[in-house]
C-alpha cells in the first residue's frame, strides 16, 4: 500500500488517481487528503498569502513526517527549490500546457470586458494583448471557478484542468503558448518522496517521461533564478526539438507593468532558464 498525499480537490483526486493507474497499482494507493493553507484562505489572493507553496507545504509535510509515501502535485504549484529530505522522483508525461478562455473567445471580448484571474502572469499578458480589458479576482478550485463564470465576460483556466475533469463548457478558447506563456510546469504533474526511500523512488521512476521533465526542470530552473518563489507576473514554456530546447519566458515589472518576453534555444536545459531569466531581469531593470 502506498499513502499518496494529496489536496483534496477534485483535480487533485483526479491526478492521484492518474497517478496510481500510471504505476499499476489502483486498488495499492490510498489517498491522504491534506488541507493546504491556499484551500483555507480561498478568498485571498494568492501574492498574499505566502505565493507558490501555498498549496504544496501541507503536503511536502505529510511525506516528510511518515503519515503518506508520495505527494502528488500540480507542477506549477511548486516552489522551485525542493524541501531537504525530498525528491522530485516523477514527472509523467505532460498534459496540455495551455490557458484557455471560458466564456467568450479572446477576438470576441467587447471593449472594456471583464476577464476573472486570480493570476498576475495572465492579467499583464492579457492586459499587453487587450489593454482595454478590465480584471476581477477568482480563485477556487475549477468547479468554483466554472459556476462563477456566468458573472463575468471570461474566465480563465488551465485546459489541462478542463480536459482532466471533463468539463465541456460551451465557449472555449485555447491560447497558444506563444500567445500566453504558460506558468511554470502548467500542465504537467510533479510526484514527489522521501530522499532515501529507494523502493520508492524505484517505482516512480518507472513512470517517468524523460523529455516532459527535461522541460520542466528548464522551467524551474528559470523560477529558480528569479528567485525560486517568484510572486512577479512570471511564465515559461519549455519543448523538446530533437535534441534542442526551446524556451520562452516572460517576466513584467509588476502587475501594472510591461510584459516583456525572450526565447532561446539550447542543450542544457538548467543553463538555458538562467540564461532568459537573466534577459528578462535586465529588461525589468531597464
Do not use: Y
Amino acid at each position: 500500500m502506498l499513502r499518496a498525499a494529496t489536496r483534496g480537490s477534485a483535480l487533485a483526486r483526479w491526478q492521484t488517481a492518474h497517478i496510481a493507474e500510471l504505476l499499476g497499482r489502483a486498488a495499492d494507493v490510498e489517498p491522504l487528503l491534506v488541507a493546504t493553507s491556499g484551500d483555507r484562505l480561498a478568498d485571498e489572493p494568492i501574492s498574499a498569502i505566502g505565493g507558490k507553496g501555498v498549496f504544496v507545504k501541507e503536503v511536502q509535510a505529510a511525506v516528510l513526517d511518515g503519515r503518506a509515501d508520495i505527494a502528488v502535485h500540480s507542477a506549477k504549484d511548486l516552489p522551485a527549490a525542493t524541501p531537504e529530505g525530498l525528491v522530485i522522483a516523477a514527472v509523467p508525461l505532460r498534459a496540455d500546457p495551455r490557458d484557455a478562455l471560458v466564456g467568450c473567445r479572446l477576438a470576441d471580448l467587447p471593449e472594456g470586458a471583464l476577464v476573472a484571474t486570480g493570476s498576475a502572469r495572465r492579467r499583464v499578458q492579457l492586459r499587453g494583448l487587450r489593454p482595454d480589458l478590465r480584471f476581477a479576482e477568482l480563485r477556487g478550485n475549477i468547479g468554483t471557478r466554472l459556476a462563477k463564470a456566468a458573472d463575468f465576460d471570461a474566465v480563465v483556466i488551465a485546459q489541462a484542468a478542463l480536459e482532466r475533469l471533463g468539463e465541456h463548457p460551451p465557449v472555449v478558447d485555447v491560447l497558444s503558448c506563444e500567445t500566453m506563456v504558460p506558468q511554470v510546469g502548467q500542465g504537467a504533474l510533479a510526484v514527489e518522496c522521501r530522499e532515501d526511500d529507494h523502493q520508492v523512488r524505484a517505482l516512480l521512476a518507472a513512470i517517468e517521461d524523460p523529455t516532459t521533465r527535461r522541460a520542466v526542470d528548464a522551467e524551474r530552473a528559470f523560477l529558480a533564478a528569479l528567485g525560486g518563489d517568484c510572486t512577479l507576473p512570471a511564465g515559461a514554456h519549455a519543448h523538446v526539438e530533437g535534441d534542442t530546447l526551446a524556451m520562452r519566458a516572460v517576466l513584467a515589472d509588476g502587475i501594472d507593468g510591461r510584459c516583456h518576453t525572450v526565447v532561446g534555444e539550447g542543450e542544457d536545459g538548467e543553463a538555458l532558464g538562467q540564461e532568459l531569466a537573466g534577459k528578462l531581469l535586465q529588461a525589468v531593470a531597464r
